[in-house]
């Protein structure tokens, strides 16, 4: 099993004796030293993995691709080296959660390079690698960066309630701060965006002709058009 | 002096005001396991169906065969019916219809039973008094015509009960206020030290700016040189 961006480990090893870990970080982390036998540490970019091709089950990528520079190179590095069929485990958090702001507010930026939303990130991964999305799950997020700082559970249980009254009160702005995602890997990368859907009968199309308004060939309804300067990165495009 | 009172009009004796039941029921969102407990707490009752399924245990089933095939049945039993039950009223939207349906046609002689959630609370038996009471109280709007039920009603609906009623609501309202005060201060306080953390916490050294000689007391937290903390 891969574990990217393992830092003192992304499970807990020993519990998993029938794996064998292999843990890839770009830094060191002192709790690796005490890591059992069935797991390794190994420092490495993520975008030039020292694994050959095919020979890994499982991969595992905890909140790693947020730190990425050239995520799309690291995730081509992924799909090199897990074996046809592979699971990935994935987790992203959201940029525009609460969660996710307060942590880059605090930590000028805290090493996120990156910006995702659970759209752009499958598309991303759909465009450079095989990957497909086998089932993801929103989660909260549990600030356990605070570890990090001083008074960090004192800070803990303010926020915790603090949200919890906010949650009371019909607010509840931790919901779905990250992602959890299980990607397979397929044998045919890419895909066709779809972004032209009849409004009525549900009828997709790659594209529709037509300035203000489509109509849509099945059910004939008139569908309005939205213009390409608004979704300017949703332009009919197929990527194989 | 209230014995009487309460045995006729807060806790019916079942089987006694009302004997002959119609339970609606969406086919979909009803566990098997709990219509059988209707008998626990209504006790002596007949019960008949309206569903979407063919259920054991009920005197008449009529199954529900489209959209609104139930309804002559609704109209013709409109006054046939004790009272008039409603499972898991929410979710299904063909059990909507009927339960709307149901309460502007149907004149129970009685009263509706709502029960949205079968499984827990509502079908204790232990709880079959309290809830028929609940029931009686709430939706038994066919005993206005009875006088001492309805100066029951007037006298809540009066003074008093608009005096209960504000108290509850101004409760409601400070409550509300307090929260949301309380969920405000804390969370701006919160932000307050990550934004004086943010100023003079160094995070890549675990230690604070303008205490520069810390460094040598954590040499531990020296050996990786992480560029950022983990999120």
Same mark, same amino acid.
């Given at each position: 099993?891969?574990d990217?961006?393992?830092?003192?480990?992304?499970?807990?090893?020993?519990?998993?004796r029938?794996?064998?870990?292999?843990?890839?970080?770009?830094?060191?982390?002192?709790?690796?030293?005490?890591?059992?036998?069935?797991?390794?540490?190994?420092?490495?970019?993520?975008?030039?993995?020292p694994?050959?091709d095919?020979?890994?089950?499982? $991969? %595992?990528?905890?909140?790693? !691709?947020?730190?990425f +520079?050239?995520? =799309?190179?690291?995730?081509? &590095?992924? @799909?090199?080296v897990l074996?046809?069929?592979?699971l990935?485990?994935?987790s992203?958090?959201?940029?525009n959660?609460?969660?996710?702001?307060?942590?880059?507010?605090?930590?000028?930026?805290?090493?996120?390079?990156?910006?995702?939303?659970?759209?752009?990130f499958?598309?991303?991964?759909?465009?450079?690698t095989a990957?497909?999305?086998?089932?993801y799950?929103?989660?909260?997020?549990?600030?356990?960066?605070?570890?990090d700082?001083?008074?960090?559970?004192?800070?803990? $249980? %303010?926020?915790?309630?603090? !949200?919890?009254?906010? +949650?009371?009160? =019909?607010?509840?702005?931790? &919901?779905? @701060?990250?992602?959890?995602?299980?990607?397979?890997?397929?044998?045919?990368?890419?895909y066709?965006?779809?972004?032209?859907?009849?409004?009525?009968?549900?009828?997709?199309?790659?594209?529709a002709?037509?300035?203000?308004?489509?109509?849509?060939?099945?059910?004939?309804?008139?569908?309005?058009?939205?213009?390409?300067?608004?979704?300017?990165?949703l332009?009919?495009?197929?990527?194989? | 002096?209230f014995?009487?009172?309460?045995?006729?009009?807060?806790?019916?004796?079942?089987?006694?005001?009302?004997?002959?039941?119609?339970?609606?029921?969406?086919?979909?969102?009803?566990?098997?396991?709990?219509?059988p407990?209707?008998g626990?707490?209504?006790?002596?009752?007949?019960?008949?169906?309206?569903?979407?399924?063919?259920?054991?245990?009920?005197?008449?089933?009529?199954?529900?065969?489209?959209?609104l095939?139930?309804?002559?049945?609704?109209?013709?039993?409109?006054?046939?019916?004790?009272?008039?039950?409603?499972?898991?009223?929410?979710?299904?939207?063909?059990?909507?219809?009927?339960?709307?349906?149901?309460?502007?046609?149907?004149?129970?002689?009685?009263?509706?039973a709502?029960?949205?959630?079968?499984?827990?609370?509502?079908?204790?038996?232990?709880?079959?008094?309290?809830?028929?009471k609940?029931?009686?109280?709430?939706?038994?709007?066919r005993?206005?015509?009875d006088?001492?039920?309805?100066?029951?009603?007037?006298?809540?609906?009066?003074p008093?009960?608009?005096?209960?009623?504000?108290g509850r609501g101004?409760?409601?309202?400070?409550?509300?206020?307090?929260?949301?005060?309380?969920?405000?201060?804390?969370?701006?306080?919160a932000v307050?030290?990550?934004?004086?953390?943010?100023?003079?916490?160094?995070?890549?050294?675990?230690?604070?700016?303008?205490?520069?000689?810390?460094?040598?007391?954590?040499?531990e937290?020296?050996l990786?040189?992480?560029?950022?903390?983990?999120?």
């Open positions: 099993m891969l990217l961006g393992c830092g003192p480990g992304t499970l807990d090893y020993p519990t998993y029938h794996l064998r870990f292999f843990g890839v970080d770009q830094y060191p982390d002192a709790a690796s030293a005490h890591w059992p036998a069935n797991a390794w540490l190994t420092l490495a970019d993520a975008e030039r993995l694994f050959a095919q020979v890994f089950d499982l $991969g %595992l990528a905890g909140f790693v !691709f947020e730190h +520079a050239t995520p =799309g190179a690291a995730l081509r &590095e992924l @799909s090199r074996k046809p069929g592979a990935l485990h994935l992203i958090p959201r940029s959660s609460l969660h996710d702001r307060l942590y880059r507010f605090t930590f000028k930026g805290g090493g996120h390079l990156q910006r995702y939303s659970l759209e752009s499958v598309e991303m991964v759909y465009a450079e990957f497909k999305l086998e089932g799950a929103p989660s909260q997020g549990g600030f356990t960066w605070l570890r700082v001083p008074s960090g559970e004192y800070l803990y $249980g %303010l926020l915790f309630r603090s !949200f919890r009254a906010w +949650a009371q009160l =019909g607010w509840h702005p931790l &919901e779905a @701060s990250d992602y959890r995602m299980l990607f397979r890997l397929g044998d045919r990368g890419g066709q965006r779809v972004d032209h859907v009849c409004a009525h009968c549900g009828t997709a199309f790659l594209d002709p037509g300035q203000g308004t489509w109509q849509c060939h099945g059910c004939g309804f008139v569908n309005i058009k939205v213009p390409s300067s608004v979704t300017r990165h332009s009919p495009e197929t990527h194989v | 002096m014995e009487g009172f309460r045995a006729r009009f807060l806790q019916p004796p079942a089987g006694e005001w009302y004997r002959k039941g119609l339970v609606i029921e969406s086919a979909r969102t009803t566990a098997d396991h709990t219509l407990r209707l626990a707490i209504f006790p002596g009752v007949t019960w008949d169906l309206l569903s979407r399924r063919e259920r054991s245990g009920f005197r008449q089933v009529f199954q529900i065969k489209r959209p095939g139930g309804l002559r049945l609704l109209w013709a039993a409109r006054r046939s019916y004790d009272l008039v039950a409603f499972f898991h009223a929410r979710g299904d939207r063909d059990l909507r219809i009927y339960s709307w349906l149901a309460l502007l046609l149907m004149r129970p002689r009685r009263f509706f709502f029960i949205e959630r079968g499984d827990g609370l509502w079908l204790a038996a232990e709880d079959g008094p309290r809830i028929r609940y029931f009686s109280d709430r939706y038994g709007w005993r206005r015509v006088l001492a039920a309805w100066a029951i009603r007037w006298f809540a609906s009066g008093r009960g608009w005096a209960v009623s504000m101004l409760v409601r309202t400070i409550r509300s206020i307090g929260l949301l005060v309380y969920a405000t201060v804390s969370l701006a306080w307050l030290l990550l934004a004086f953390f943010r100023l003079f916490y160094d995070t890549r050294h675990y230690r604070f700016r303008f205490f520069t000689k810390q460094a040598a007391l954590h040499p937290r020296e990786g040189t992480r560029e950022s903390p983990a999120s």
